[in-house]
């Protein structure tokens, strides 16, 4: 059964960081393109980064690109965000998508709010 678990999301002050973790079990976790989505209340859902099978390519929405860094570890099946000099306008629901070919798997979520 495929699974991908966010963690790591809550609230922080604007300036402040996070680190998002996405655990995945179920597939060839390393054989994947693992990306960070987001969406906020009353908009589509945006790419905010990607990191190929391998690690050695990775990609940033321009909104994020310099404060945003996406990283894998293949020997845990994990991907990361650290997200660094958060803004409220980065307050979204992540999720974590896994894409290879034309299969994509998605995990439920985490909250990431900011505000003070």
């Known amino acids: 059964q495929v699974q991908l678990v966010e963690s790591g999301g809550g609230l922080v002050q604007p300036g402040g960081s996070l680190r998002l973790s996405c655990a995945a079990s179920?597939?060839?976790?390393?054989?994947?393109?693992m990306s960070w989505y987001r969406q906020a209340p009353g908009k589509e859902r945006e790419l905010v980064a990607s990191?190929?099978?391998?690690?050695?390519?990775?990609n940033y929405a321009d909104s994020v690109r310099g404060r945003f860094t996406i990283s894998r570890d293949n020997a845990k099946n994990t991907v990361y965000l650290q997200m660094n000099s958060l803004k409220p306008e980065d307050t979204a629901v992540y999720y974590c998508?896994?894409?290879?070919?034309?299969?994509?798997?998605w995990g439920q979520g985490t909250q990431v709010t900011v505000s003070s």
């Open positions: 990191i190929t099978s391998g690690g050695a390519s990775t």
């Open positions: 998508n896994a894409k290879r070919g034309f299969t994509r798997y």
């Open positions: 179920g597939f060839t976790f390393s054989t994947y393109t």
